[in-house]
């Protein structure tokens, strides 16, 4: 075990250094709350590219994707992979189309409500804010963790800490210090997650030992024919696809990103890198199964999948390798923090431009600091009460993989209404928890329903998948059958700029 002083010194050196970096960078650059929420045309391909790896690799590449290996094998590492693949793909077509139909955008929900109406406004809303929010807490708490597991750092120090300093140059610089931390530590992360996965095989023998352990532990984790690992790795895909088009981090990235042509190779480009990353994250929970004393039985209360990397560190690795894993850890969770502030704040900062009597540039921008401020601190709070805030994800993917496709679709078809729209993504959700194997206790203790309720599916492909096709078909049905049609052009119309000029004064767009 790495010794607390060492690490907890780490711990906040990192925070300092990069609390630093942010406020400098963006002293004299945050002009207005434009500046401070879309930093708009201001971010090259190279610096895109970096923010859109580093904003999807949080800590939880070191808790879910490794679970997901060790319970499920080669077949569910592949399915995580593409899944994470194929949502940057989308991206890069949906993110010139956003650009170009609203050029003065900001988020996902002021488009929503543009496009679709109040009812279908709200329920993004809601859906929107539960995903990032719960993303946010179980980043923290997973940081907690980890530091706990390897260092024996209180987890009350590294949440406050974290969360604390990173709000720091989040609420003083925006999106702005948010890229440019974000490219200095996509610049880090990558060499220091192919250095564990190095140094994990040397420490363990070598590739034929790693095999030979795997395979002797629990031989069918290799097999990509395993028929649970196939339906959790696709269910796997479904899940992230549909919770990622709701994200309102990569509605922010599109804007910041110089034009339509940057956003659609950035967004190529991280497909790759973020494919990879999370390929080698989840081989961590293979390897795990056959070097350390993992337990995979999700009705043992012994029960340690989710922790697969952390057995696999202290089992195997020497204590100069823990430390880079440390530092790995501080700057996954921070890129994706700072990301998630930035993110929820500039989710409701949007729509109270519209809300609000005429507000001034400044009192926009005040309010979305104090909304930084008060998202980290109630996430820095669930954090510290949770016991582990990362197995409510599936339930916010599960909002985001029967939103998805009626919502995006919006942007293509102009017959879908805000009806069609809302009962589709409202179907596909009740298809998804009448399958649902997390929460049964409350889901069948509904009158009447509950008894009419099927088996749950413990590989979530029925209801991730279920929640997701039955949307997309019940969205392309009631748009085939609507006789309205809605000008796609209004968007452009209706969705204005901040501070009410129509040029941009962003500085030039910079690597």
Known sequence: MVSTTLALGLTVLTLVVFTALGVWFTRGRVGSVEDLITARNSAGTHRTTATLVASVMGVWILFSAPEAGAGFGIAAVVGYAVGEAV???????LGPRIRTLMPDGHSITEYAHARYGDAMYGFVVVVSALYMFLFLAAELTGIAGALSLVAGVPQWQTAVLVGGFVLLYTGYGGLRASLFTDAIQAVLVVPLLFLAVLGAVVSLGGPGAVYEGVAAANPTLLDPGFAAGLQFGLALAFAILGAELINQTWWQRIY???DGETTATSFRRAAVVNGLMVLLAALFGVVAVGHADVVTDVASANYNADVAFFLLLEAAFPEWLVVAVVLLALLLVMSSVDTLFNALSSLVTADLARLLSDPSDRALAAGARALTVLVGLAAIYVSLRAQSVLRL?????????ALAFPLVYGLYSER???????????????VGLAYFP???????????????LPAADPLYLTSFAGAFLLSTGLALVSARLSSTAFDLDRLSREVSRLDDSAADSSPAASD
């Open 87 to 93: 949502t940057m793909l989308a991206y890069a077509k």
């Open 256 to 258: 910041a990103s110089r």
């Open 393 to 401: 994800f599936f339930l916010a993917d599960l909002l985001g993989a």
């Open 416 to 430: 879908l209404t805000g009806a069609g729209a809302l009962v589709s993504s409202l179907a596909g959700l009740a």
């Open 438 to 452: 997390d929460l049964r206790g409350y889901i069948t203790a509904l009158p009447v329903v509950g008894d009419a």
